[in-house]
């Protein structure tokens, strides 16, 4: 079959490796019908997540059809349109028993395109099936569907959720890509007052406008003061960090309100500055997290029932044979507008 394979800091090929086959008796291998692309794909190819081998295949985001299951799989069979969560869930360790799988200690967690082979690739094979896949319904088309692989499930565990959003609230969103966006569509299911979202890239802006942000501002253009402005001087309730550099997490600090909380979304490369010197009297709680992508059977039953609109972050579309050209397109998002490139076959 064909994948897209990461050959070491900055290379990546569209080649043929050998079909996945099941390897453990929980294991499914999933026929691909569609996959995105996601930011975290364009750091391991730029080298920064470093345990990433070469020849690895990347990708943890898909939809697909089960081909074939292992003898111990139970919730899903041959013929099955199932969605690959982005994260890997054994099902029994501690953490798995929680819901906290993205934590599992028994070989799951974020595995795909990681530490096993990944879903950008006509097959994939995908360890604990039965916590790690979601039937599809009918009424979801894949593109919609692939959404939920992680950006949806992301934004609303570790932003929306972890920052405890509540109806009369003021939101600041700070980054506008697909997660922020998507963290903006799920701070709206609990009609906050209002949501502010800050970028750098005017094109961002607009788009975070039209998912719901009521107001837009630059990130170069005092967001400290127009959240004052528009909180009687107070600060935000909720600031969500969807950026991952320590002058966004940094500026999530101070745009909070005393009590407030600031839920950091973006993946850290490097350290930020935690000025307890001014925080220690505020009463504020921050919060971290990988998604455990455990809102998944619940955000898809929102989307089949038409509470989410999934298609909107996809802005390409590629045949899966257009791989190439569509990692081009999603790393030039400055130039290109790309929110969510979807490969289908
Ligand atoms: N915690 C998790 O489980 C998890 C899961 C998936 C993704 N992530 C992380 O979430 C973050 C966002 O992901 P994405 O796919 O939306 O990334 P992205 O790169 O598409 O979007 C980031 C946005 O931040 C903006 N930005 C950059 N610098 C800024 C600044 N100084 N001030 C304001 N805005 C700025 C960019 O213009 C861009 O619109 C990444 O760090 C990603 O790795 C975390
Ligand atoms: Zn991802
Ligand atoms: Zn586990």
């Excluded at 990461?6 to 080649?15: A, D, F, H, N, T």
């Excluded at 799988?101 to 530490?115: E, M, P, R, S, V």
């Excluded at 405890?164 to 969103?173: F, R």
């Excluded at 001087?233 to 320590?246: K, R």
Aim: with cysteine.
């Amino acid at each position: 079959m064909k994948a897209m394979v990461y050959q070491g800091p900055g290379q990546r090929s569209w080649q043929d490796v050998p079909d996945p086959v099941l390897v453990g008796p929980t294991d499914a291998v999933v026929r691909v019908t569609a996959a995105t692309i996601c930011g975290t794909d364009l750091h391991i190819l730029k080298g920064d997540v470093p345990e990433v081998e070469a020849g690895r295949v990347l990708g943890h985001e898909a939809v697909g059809v089960v081909e074939e299951v292992g003898a111990a799989v139970t919730s899903v069979q041959p013929g099955d349109r199932v969605l690959a969560s982005c994260i890997s869930a054994c099902g029994r360790c501690r953490y798995c028993r929680a819901g906290v799988y993205g934590q599992c200690l028994g070989g799951g967690g974020w595995i795909l395109g990681h530490t096993i082979d990944g879903t950008h690739a006509e097959r994939v094979r995908v360890p604990f099936a039965d916590f790690s896949t979601h039937l599809v319904p009918d009424n979801v088309d894949d593109s919609s569907a692939v959404m939920l692989s992680d950006i949806l499930p992301t934004s609303f565990e570790v932003g929306v959720r972890n920052g405890n959003v509540q109806p009369g609230q003021t939101v600041v969103v700070v980054g506008a890509g697909p997660i922020g966006l998507a963290a903006i569509e799920t701070a709206k299911l609990f009609s906050p007052t209002r949501i502010v979202a800050v970028d750098l890239v005017p094109a961002r802006l607009e788009a975070a406008k039209q998912f719901g942000a009521d107001v837009t501002v630059r990130a170069d253009e005092d967001p400290e003061r127009v959240v004052a402005e528009l909180t009687g001087g107070l600060g935000a309730d909720v600031a969500i960090e969807a950026v991952g550099v320590p002058d966004t997490f940094e500026l999530c600090t101070r745009l909070v309100r005393p009590g407030g909380r600031v839920a950091n979304i973006g993946v850290h490369g490097l350290p930020a500055v935690l000025h307890l010197e001014k925080l220690w009297i505020r009463n504020v709680t921050i919060t971290t997290g990988l998604v455990d992508t455990v809102s998944t059977p619940t955000l898809l039953e929102m989307l089949a029932a038409g509470r989410l609109d999934a298609g909107r972050f996809v802005t390409h579309h590629f045949p899966m044979s257009e791989m190439d050209a569509a990692y081009d397109v999603f790393a030039r998002a400055g130039e290109t507008g790309a929110l969510k490139v979807v490969l289908t076959r």
